[in-house]
């Protein structure tokens, strides 16, 4: 990865999501922008705030939801005004199945309630001798190969198979996500930057994804299991706390978002890696880095690189006064780069702390699964650059998706022996 903070060319240093630079290389744009423009209302009628001190008050901040249908769209540019058509039904269906990380109190805080004892750093540490077995077998394979793409052999799979594992998901099945997986993260880019095909695309994974889960609920149903899917349906038959939608659409965001971050989390982590040796000689040897290494990788490479709001109260932020209606655009991935938070920011150090990077959120809408991701981490990269001293990339520079959201490789080509 690359975090030069040298200047870019263009005069006008303002949030510009159409410019294909802010998927493949945002962090010089984000030092420009944080310089001179470091919040202003973006020509398509949304705020940008791209300092981590603006970022991290409004994700704490009350007055901020992270419903869109509190956005007054006629504030906002034509394209960001487009929705589903109204007698669209299976948009509709879509829009009725958002899970709980797009919606408030009350809501919000009985569905994340339901799912989050699954993922307390005590559950999630006794998945620590699963995921090394995990790790080893799929470096085993990727040694026998020598020349591999490390995201498609290693990154992906790994996650995947956790998630799958915690949720009763059959092994069989899990190769036939990757597709409807890769739709919906692309999805989550705000609408008007995706075009109709992209839409439908994401619309379509949810609902081959809701058709799936629907399924295997109904088995569930049938014969309970020791799993997370058995455990939500027990709740739903308790007493009706879930609807079906909502009880979809949890499944969705735990498989989806229970493995794509962490992808481009362990990809982006191995490049940065690699192309800092001295910082992946101190990881490789020194135990006492591992965590705050995974730390300054949730920092530096920054996989999820913005979130919204949608103000719901008057808020005097920054010098200026956001009203209810207006839309916040938060560059988290700038603010982890941000001089006046991190000492020398665009130095890669696996032993920096204090480390408040946004990585995670903030707030109500923290990421439930960050225990996961931060030990999936941890055992996947010690596991990688210990058994694989003379790991090397082998081209000049991998190519990035043009997920704005979600920034991630395409494929990230290695030697396991250099």
């Known amino acids: 990865m690359t975090s030069s903070t040298s200047p870019p060319s263009s005069p006008d240093p303002v949030f510009d999501p159409f410019d294909p630079e802010w998927a493949t290389n945002p962090f010089p744009l984000y030092a420009d922008l944080r310089q001179r423009a470091p919040v202003h209302r973006n020509a398509l009628g949304f705020w940008v705030f791209a300092r981590h001190a603006d970022c991290l008050a409004l994700l704490r901040d009350r007055r901020t939801s992270a419903d869109d249908d509190h956005i007054d769209r006629e504030r906002l540019s034509a394209e960001f005004r487009s929705g589903p058509i109204a007698d669209d039904l299976e948009a509709a269906a879509v ?22 004892k699954a993922f307390t750093p005590k559950v999630v540490e006794s998945l620590r001798a699963r995921t090394q077995q995990i790790v080893d077998e799929l470096l085993d394979a990727a040694f026998e190969a020598d020349r591999v793409d490390l995201l498609e052999s290693f ?20 190769d036939g996500f990757k597709s409807w997986s890769t739709s919906l993260a692309r999805g989550l880019d705000p609408e008007f930057l995706l075009t109709d095909e992209a839409i439908k695309d994401r619309d379509d994974a949810v609902m081959q994804f809701a058709r799936y889960f629907f399924e295997l609920l109904a088995e569930r149903r049938r014969s309970l299991g020791d799993d997370l ?19 979809l659409s949890t499944c969705i965001l735990l498989l989806v978002a229970g493995h794509e971050t962490t992808v481009n989390l362990i990809s982006g982590g191995t490049l940065a890696l690699l192309h800092h040796p001295d910082q992946l000689e101190r990881f490789r040897i020194d135990p006492a880095v591992n965590r705050s290494g995974v730390e300054e990788m949730l920092r530096y490479v920054s996989p999820v690189q913005l979130t919204g709001r949608a103000v719901i109260e008057d808020i005097e932020i920054a010098g200026v006064t956001l009203r ?91 030697a396991m022996r250099g």
């Open 95 to 116: 829009r009725d199945m958002r899970p709980f990380l797009f919606r408030d109190p009350p809501d919000h805080t009985r569905l994340r309630g339901l799912v989050s």
């Open 155 to 174: 990154a992906y799979p790994l996650p995947v198979r956790i998630i799958c594992d915690m949720l009763g998901v059959p092994v069989a099945d899990q």
């Open 229 to 247: 899917l058995s455990r939500l349906v027990e709740v739903e038959d308790d007493g009706g706390v879930l609807s079906e939608g909502e009880l």
């Open 324 to 414: 209810p209606g207006d839309f916040a655009m938060l560059l988290i991935g700038s603010g982890n780069h941000d001089a006046d938070q991190f000492s020398d920011p665009e130095r890669f150090d696996v032993g920096r702390t204090p480390n408040n990077h946004l990585g995670f959120g903030f707030g109500i809408h923290h990421c439930l699964g960050a225990p996961l991701a931060r030990m999936e981490t941890q055992v996947a990269l010690t596991s990688l650059v210990r058994r694989a001293p003379d790991l090397a990339v082998t081209v000049d520079e991998p190519t990035y998706k043009t997920n704005v959201v979600l920034r991630g490789m395409e494929s990230l080509p290695v």
